[in-house]
């Protein structure tokens, strides 16, 4: 019976227009090095909910991301312009941690979607550049998130 409860259509549907109203809507393209910063700040702004409420993702909600990230800037600056194995498999075990995360949780979602986390550690491959530039990005995603304020 208790089984029947969670397959019924009614429940499932009531559940879905739940979480697709409250999703955001915001993506950022073509993160670069002369903009990664003003990107970072849009990402947070956009993620702010009517009103003058602050969105509920907190800074060490991000910051576990941030540490894998920093982690791994820390071997690659100091590797040549092309990444070793290595570090490629470090930052696509970062990418499952990153949608690990967002699956756990939809604001952590809402915050990896508007970001374009995923299709931002996609474009990496083996550049050395990009790897620095998305470590540069989330730091500044952090930064805003906590000059954003009600982060509790």
């Known amino acids: 019976m208790g089984y029947d409860k969670w397959n019924n259509k009614t429940y499932n549907e009531k559940n879905n227009n739940y ?11 073509n993160v670069n090095i002369d903009n990664y910063v003003d990107m970072a ?6 993620l702010i909910k009517d009103g003058n409420q ?3 993702l ?7 991301i941030l540490g894998m990230t920093s982690d ?3 071997d690659a600056r100091f590797s040549s312009e092309e990444l070793d194995d290595k570090i490629r498999e470090r930052v696509q075990y970062l ?3 990153v949608v690990y995360a967002a699956g756990r949780d939809n604001i952590v979602k809402d915050f990896v979607d508007c970001a374009s986390i995923v299709e931002f550690i996609n474009s990496i ?5 990009k790897l620095i530039l998305f470590c ?3 730091e500044a995603l952090v930064a805003y998130r906590k000059y954003s304020g009600n982060d509790k």
């Open 95 to 97: 990418k499952l941690h």
């Open 58 to 64: 907190t800074t060490s909600q991000i910051r576990n």
């Open 41 to 46: 700040e849009k990402v947070i702004n956009n």
């Open 136 to 138: 540069h990005y989330m």
């Open 72 to 74: 791994i800037y820390n």
């Open 54 to 56: 602050r969105i509920k």
């Open 125 to 129: 491959g083996r550049s050395k550049e």
């Open 19 to 29: 979480q697709n109203k409250n999703r955001f809507k915001c993506k950022v393209e």
